[in-house]
């Protein structure tokens, strides 16, 4: 079956625009994750939905990042104003919902703020 | 604060065994994981555990001990496909939210 599909793969983009990026988690998963990985470094929790619920906010950087979650399944996350320090891969993962459910992780999205 | 320690880098051998430690210290905890990301991949799952004691899954095992807040990934038999990065995460409340280590390099030499 499909796994986790993010898109776009790569997205660069200038400083000051907005970016939003899209997530498809495997069907039926009902929890959604969203991580930040900047280059060597470790995950950095976002925000995770059960449902199109997001129970915990507290990970997102700013009030330029938003995300939401439509039907319980596409997600997408939105990054107004970008700016240079956005800059990473942004993971997202799904599992059944559960919380000793596996992670699927997708593929990311390497964005790039110039 | 939350915080998950292991270390930054561990090199070693084909056919050696490699232990990686973690060490957390969470406001909540409800089980740990491992996961593994090899250069330019997303992480894949490794292991699970909610309580106390070793779980062992082919040439890789992972032990909890919570009353010490600490647990390990233990890698056997390495092989050069092994060599990649290893994270713990702890589940840090019961709506499934996860707190990632920084991850453990691992490099395995011929």
């Known amino acids: 079956g499909a796994g986790v599909s993010q898109s776009p793969s790569n997205k660069v983009t200038e400083k000051g625009k907005d970016v939003e990026l899209r997530c498809d988690p495997i069907s039926g998963h009902t929890a959604l994750y969203w991580y930040r990985q900047s280059l060597g470094q470790g995950l950095e929790f976002l925000i995770y939905?059960?449902?199109?619920?997001?129970?915990?906010k507290s990970g997102l950087p700013s009030d330029r990042f938003s995300a939401e979650r439509t039907g319980g399944s596409v997600s997408t996350l939105t990054i107004q104003r970008t700016q240079q320090e956005d800059s990473a891969v942004y993971l997202c993962a799904s599992s059944l919902g559960d919380r000793t459910d596996t992670q699927y992780f997708g593929p990311g999205t390497r964005l790039t703020v110039l | 604060g939350q915080s998950l320690e292991q270390p930054s880098e561990v090199t070693a051998v084909e056919g050696a065994i490699v232990q990686i430690n973690c060490t957390y210290q969470?406001?909540?905890?409800?089980?740990l994981s491992w996961y593994q990301q090899h250069d330019g991949g997303a992480p894949t799952f490794l292991s699970y555990n909610a309580l106390d004691g070793l779980e062992e899954t082919g040439r890789f095992s992972s032990f909890l001990s919570r009353s010490d807040s600490y647990g390990y990934l233990l890698l056997q038999e390495l092989q050069m496909k092994d060599s990649a990065s290893y994270f713990c995460a702890v589940t840090t409340d019961s709506w499934g939210k996860f707190q990632f280590g920084a991850g453990t390099q691992v490099v395995v030499t011929p």
């Open positions: 969470t406001s909540g905890f409800y089980g």
């Open positions: 939905f059960q449902g199109n619920s997001a129970p915990d």
